[in-house]
């Protein structure tokens, strides 16, 4: 049943959640992954760009193809100064890890490749999309 307390802080989220959680264990599903059958046939994989490496799929979904690009990882920049060697250039090294992030993901497709392009309230500006996009 809902109620105005459930609903203001969200019980029907957790409720769903659990309820869903619950389901998965009733059903006997885990996290156990056969490596000889990594997808299961009938099933639908969802994989991050990195999970991705290396594998071709039929159909291919990029959820999001925004990528913030106006920093370098914090690591880096504290890491860079130590190190003895050359490499990208600091300023640039988030725009190159983006496009390389996104070969990979582009390029995992066999037949069809979608990508989103949500548009909308609450949606970040077409200015952070990165300038190779």
Do not use: C, W
């Not at 490496?53 to 990528?67: C, D």
């Not at 390389?100 to 037949?111: D, Q, T, W």
Request: hydrophobic share 40%; no cysteine.
């Amino acid at each position: 049943m809902l109620s105005a307390p459930r609903l203001s802080n969200r019980g029907v989220a957790n409720l769903l959640f659990g309820s869903y959680l619950l389901a998965l264990y009733r059903l006997g599903e885990g996290e156990y992954e056969n490596p000889e059958d990594p997808f299961p046939r009938g099933r639908i994989p969802f994989l991050t760009i990195h999970q991705a490496k290396g594998l071709e799929f039929p159909v291919v979904v990029l959820g999001n193809p925004r990528k913030k690009t106006d920093r370098p990882p914090r690591i880096e920049e504290l890491m860079r100064p130590l190190l003895d060697r050359e490499g990208e250039p600091l300023h640039r090294m988030a725009e190159f890890d983006a496009m390389r992030l996104f070969y990979v993901a582009l390029s995992r497709a066999k037949n069809l490749l979608v990508i989103a392009y949500p548009r909308g309230q609450g949606q970040v500006s077409q200015s952070a999309l990165p300038p190779f996009a």
